[in-house]
């Protein structure tokens, strides 16, 4: 009996601990409500770490902490410098320029002469009179180092110096730059943003040519160590702006930031606000007149959309082709545009206090033409109401989702087969479709994006509002929202401006007024400098 349980437990291996991954209850403490994040506290800042003389202790340290024993995409090339001085070149195979490296690193490194001339500066011989490169910089620091090989860069480290020579060969293959998918134009430039961050300076550069423009590089805050760009006009932009900007940029700690769009709400201060207080976009002419104005621009490295920042209202229902449209044209899109937004956020939430609580107000061919309409509609008017809305969105994602011109297929044959079911199965009336159509459409007439999904909130709570207290609940709700909406800033600037506080602006707010000379950029950011002489 022993010897067969013996083989049972041989035969089930309950000795033996699991190969395959199980997760395991082993952190003490208790979540907090609805999960969340556990955060550990921060812990003492690492110490500095400085190149070693030690040619083999470079390449020790790089290897072990790169895993080069599994991780082939580190390269370690030594060679002799001018036949008698050791040295090393490192990079990441794929993200340097391997031709560039060989051309003007390599070869002329063993091709130099005169080397027993260069003394105790080792670093700044090779600098100066061997290595064939634009941006060649001598670094101490040995993490900034190694940061500098997983960027793409190539560091050159030297037998006897203490200093690593860092050189921007960077060669990984980018997508060119292309035209504007959500922000397109008919009679502006057609170029966008891509994911290069190098690409994406070089577009705006390429209009805003004057000598005050400044690009500051920084980490992007997290792990990942991506780099982003801050870029401001130093004679013009305020100067306790861009500090602000920097100084939420720099609380940045995380795990990792991908795109702008972590950036923005890592960086926020009302993240319950569904208004976005960042501008952004796909096109350098837009982010090039924002500078041009004063505002900062943040670039990420591997994200095609620039943040601008700070944002107003009225930048966020502004199209790009306004400016390009001649003024009567201009004037009546925009015109357009706000009439549609008021349309898509007031029309349901009207309808329904119209027609639940106020039907002394409407004539009685319109009551008729609803009573008729609900006579087998099973469902309260608000529930409808709010069902073909939550629908519409539904519709609005699922094409978002689909790929290419199928996702406007599944869009257009989504909304009329289910709106006719839903009329057809006695769901829905065809007043509430009808209202919820031009809503929809109304919502399509807002310039952002970010803006469109934020009026849905509104317009479910002001629905809701009508469906509690009629037009006076509409009213109070609508009233509590705009008295929010006044009280906001976007780093610092009311949400309202510049009509509310007014501030000097060149021409109307909504109408766009007569494109004129002027040499003085609007002060809601209080811009300094001689552009306001």
């Known amino acids: 009996m022993e010897k067969k349980s013996k083989k049972l ?24 409500l609805f999960g969340g994040w556990k955060d550990l ?41 001018g036949g008698s001085l050791p040295a090393m070149a490192v990079f990441m195979d794929g993200l340097s320029d391997a031709k560039m490296i060989s051309d003007f690193i390599l070869r002329q490194g063993m091709n130099a002469v005169g080397i027993e001339k260069a003394g105790g500066n080792l670093t700044g011989f090779v600098i100066e009179h061997v290595i064939a490169m634009q941006d060649a910089s001598p670094e101490r620091d040995f993490d900034e180092a190694k940061r500098a090989i997983l960027e793409g860069r190539t560091a050159v480290f030297l037998e006897g110096d203490d200093r690593a020579i860092v050189m921007d060969t960077r060669g990984f293959p980018t997508r060119s730059v292309g035209e504007a998918q959500n922000e397109t134009v008919v009679l502006g430039p057609r170029e966008a943003f891509t994911e290069s961050i190098r690409t994406n300076i070089s577009l705006i550069r390429r209009i805003v040519r004057v000598d005050d423009l400044v690009c500051e590089f920084r980490s992007a805050g997290g792990r990942n160590n991506v780099r982003l760009a801050v870029l401001y006009r130093e004679s013009v932009a305020n100067r306790t702006l861009v500090n602000e900007v920097k100084r939420r940029l720099a609380k940045i700690d995380t795990l990792m930031v991908l795109a702008t769009g972590m950036l923005d709400q890592l960086s926020e201060e009302h993240s319950l606000s569904p208004i976005p ?46 400016i390009y449209l001649r003024r009567p044209l201009g004037a009546f899109m925009r015109v357009a545009r706000y009439f549609g937004a008021f349309v898509s956020i007031l029309l349901p ?18 009551l008729a033409t609803v009573i008729s309409s609900r006579q087998m509609v099973y469902l309260p008017l608000p529930l409808e109401m709010i069902l073909m809305q939550v629908l519409f969105q539904l519709i609005r994602q699922a094409g978002l989702s689909v790929p290419g011109a199928l996702g406007q297929s599944v869009g257009i044959i989504g909304g009329l087969i289910m709106g006719q079911a839903a009329v057809s199965a006695n769901i829905v009336s065809t007043v509430v479709l009808i209202v919820v159509a031009l809503s929809g459409l109304g919502n399509f007439t807002i310039a952002d994006y970010r803006l469109q ?15 509690a207290g009629g037009l006076l609940g509409l009213s109070t709700a609508l009233l509590c929202t705009l008295a929010w ?49």
């Open 453 to 467: 999904m934020a009026a849905f909130y509104f317009r479910l709570a002001l629905t809701l509002a009508s469906w």
């Open 349 to 366: 939430p009207l309808f329904v206090a119209l027609a639940l609580h106020h039907q002394g107000m409407l004539s009685s061919e319109i």
């Open 41 to 81: 506290p921060p812990g003492p800042e690492e110490p500095l770490r400085f190149v070693s003389p030690s040619l083999q202790e470079n390449e020790r340290r790089l290897r072990q902490e790169c895993r080069s024993e599994i991780n082939p995409d580190v390269i370690f090339r030594r060679f002799m410098i």
């Open 9 to 32: 437990h041989e035969y089930l291996d309950f000795d033996v601990p699991p190969s395959s991954f199980e997760l395991l209850e082993t952190e003490s403490g208790a979540p907090g």
């Open 277 to 322: 207080q960042t501008l952004s976009t796909e096109r350098p002419d837009r982010a090039a007149a924002a500078l041009m104005q004063g505002q900062v621009t943040v670039l990420f490295d591997g994200s095609p959309i620039a943040s601008i920042m700070p944002v107003t209202l009225f930048a966020l229902m502004s199209s790009p082709e306004d």
């Open 485 to 533: 909406l006044v009280s906001i800033k976007s780093y610092g600037v009311p949400f309202f401006a510049p009509a509310a506080p007014k501030t000097y602006a060149k021409g109307p707010v909504i109408l766009r007024g007569k494109l004129q000379q002027h040499r003085r950029p609007p002060d809601y950011t209080n811009t300094v400098g001689k552009e306001q002489a």
